[in-house]
């Protein structure tokens, strides 16, 4: 099992950046596929990005693409989440999810571990 744990959330006005890390604890961290998802209040839970066990894939939402770059760093148990020019409707409680396979799925449904969230507030 893996534990999960977010963090570089805040306030920040829009065209600002924020860099989101999601640090793993545990099994192998090199052994899991790493995704972002994210919940603003009132709408259902949606992806961002994920990548795969050696970075050799990744995913953005079409919503985010251009902006918000994922990347890992096995030797530090770490995936992070560069946001770059963001908007006020970029808010939300951004959650990093883990799962034990090569195929990094934009589902969240595929991911069985969770952080706890970070939130990030993009002020207009």
């Known amino acids: 099992q893996v534990q999960l744990v977010e963090s570089g959330g805040g306030l920040v006005q829009a065209g600002g950046s924020l860099r989101l890390s999601c640090a793993a604890s545990g099994r192998t961290f090199s052994g899991y596929t790493i995704a972002w998802f994210r919940q603003a209040p009132g709408k259902e839970r949606g992806f961002v990005a994920s990548i795969s066990l050696t970075s050799a894939t990744t995913y953005h939402a079409d919503s985010v693409k251009g902006r918000f770059t994922i990347s890992r760093d096995n030797a530090k148990n770490t995936v992070y989440l560069q946001m770059n020019s963001l908007k006020p409707e970029d808010t939300a409680v951004y959650y990093c999810?883990?799962?034990?396979?090569?195929?990094?799925?934009?589902?969240?449904?595929?991911?069985?571990?969770w952080g706890q969230g970070t939130q990030v507030t993009v002020s207009s």
């Open positions: 999810a883990a799962r034990a396979s090569g195929t990094p799925y934009i589902t969240g449904a595929e991911y069985p571990y």
